[in-house]
């Protein structure tokens, strides 16, 4: 896990898009280098024609402007050249965005409801739910009016009290909806993110690859405390999932916080 910080938050001077750990992260990720190399290669031969007319055919060596005004070959150039970059981009970015609409097959579902200003998890089919909101420690250095420092918390506003624990290689279906207003869940270690809408309940899914600590907040401006309702994921092998599911259900809370704050460690680790 030598990358779960960056995909927790930002580097410093961290300028592009991190891989991920979904396969729909990776899609994103893969696109997105696509038109940028796409875009460079654009970018200089335009601004490297100008260069050349500007330094090579100025007027003070003598340079005389064309008369012609119309070249066939030049404008069926300028329209073929385009129009296949397009497609290029457009292809593969299709196929990405179908499937990571494509729910088919899940293993297991969980539904997530938006609240002002917090989220409930539901493991439908388990009989396993909660809130998660802000946690303590964040809540008072925020009330208390300090100016945190990076060094001494680094998860300032992104920790929570309850995380979702999710389980590595296994495809999770969502389904996302809100009780109040409209938020938005995201995560951006996921690849995705997805409206929480009163009243309409949208679909989106994952299948992490490697555990650990994958942290994300509400997208979409939910009113005065938007910026206080973070998410954080902690995806654990299979066997510690279901052994965290059995606390879960029997009420051992304790056994659940251990489980889960090994996943911490692991995420957190590297």
Not at 117 to 139: A, I, K, N, P, Q
Not at 174 to 195: C, N, S
Not at 197 to 209: D, K, L, M, Q
């Amino acid at each position: 896990m030598a990358h779960s910080l960056a995909y927790a938050n930002p580097e410093p001077w961290q300028l592009n898009l991190s891989p991920g750990v979904t396969q729909t992260a990776e899609n994103a990720y893969h696109a997105h280098m696509l038109v940028l190399w796409i875009c460079v290669a654009i970018g200089v031969v335009v601004f490297g024609a100008m260069a050349i007319s500007m330094v090579k055919f100025r007027k003070s060596k003598g340079a005389v402007p064309a008369t012609w005004s119309h070249n066939t070959v030049a404008e069926l150039i300028w329209t073929v050249v385009p129009v296949l970059l397009l497609i290029a981009m457009a292809w593969p970015a299709t196929r990405y965005l179908i499937a990571q609409y494509d729910t088919s097959e899940s293993e297991m579902t969980v539904k997530v409801t938006g609240y002002q200003w917090m989220w409930r998890y539901e493991y439908l089919g388990e009989d396993v739910g909660f809130t998660s909101r802000l946690d303590r420690e964040s809540e008072r250095i925020r009330q208390s009016g300090i100016t945190p420092t990076l060094a001494d918390n680094p998860n300032y506003l992104l920790d929570v009290d309850n995380a979702l624990v999710l389980p590595t290689d296994t495809k999770i279906r969502f389904v996302i909806t809100a009780d109040d207003v409209i938020h938005a869940w995201w995560v951006p270690a996921l690849g995705w993110k997805q409206d929480a809408i009163p009243g309409v309940i949208n679909e989106a899914w994952t299948e992490i690859r490697q555990p650990g600590v994958y942290r994300g907040q509400c997208a979409e401006l939910c009113g005065k405390d938007h910026g206080f309702m973070p998410i954080v994921v902690k995806a654990v092998p299979k066997a510690e999932y279901q052994n965290w599911l059995v606390a879960q259900k029997s009420g051992d809370t304790a056994a659940a916080a251990r489980i889960a704050s090994v996943a911490a460690v692991v995420g957190d680790e590297g």
